[in-house]
Nanobody, 119 residues
Framework: QVQLVESGGGLVQAGDSLRLSCAAS??????MGWFRQAPGKEREFVAA????????PYADSVKGRFTISRDNAKNTVYLQMNSLKPEDTAVYYC??????????????WGQGTQVTVSS
């Protein structure tokens, strides 16, 4: 059974940093990533990482501030978030794909972890 378990969310102030983690179990994935959904808004892509970590697309809104990485030995993906802004407030979802046909489509989703950035 596949499970994606996120951790690391919380309440921080603008300018602070957070690191999200997502531990996968049940199998390995060609591509993993993160989406987020802010209150009243649609879910949006944040970042993704391929198995070899040589392909890491980012949303323009987080480019230069967020860094995605993965540890295949631990079957875990991370999202290092620096210089956080109030507009980064959202529920962050870990995603994983076996087929990896697109950076924006995933078969598996975690339950989400809340990130709140106060001004």
């Amino acid at each position: 059974q596949v499970q994606l378990v996120e951790s690391g969310g919380g309440l921080v102030q603008a300018g602070d940093s957070l690191r999200l983690s997502c531990a996968a179990s049940g199998r390995t994935f060609r591509r993993m990533g993160w989406f987020r959904q802010a209150p009243g808004k649609e879910r949006e892509f944040v970042a993704a990482v391929s198995w070899s970590s040589n392909n890491t697309p980012y949303a323009d809104s987080v480019k230069g501030r967020f860094t995605i990485s993965r540890d295949n030995a631990k079957n875990t993906v991370y999202l290092q978030m620096n210089s956080l802004k109030p507009e980064d407030t959202a529920v962050y979802y870990c995603v994983a794909s076996i087929m990896a046909l697109s950076s924006y489509e995933y078969e598996y989703w975690g339950q989400g972890t809340q990130v709140t950035v106060s001004s």
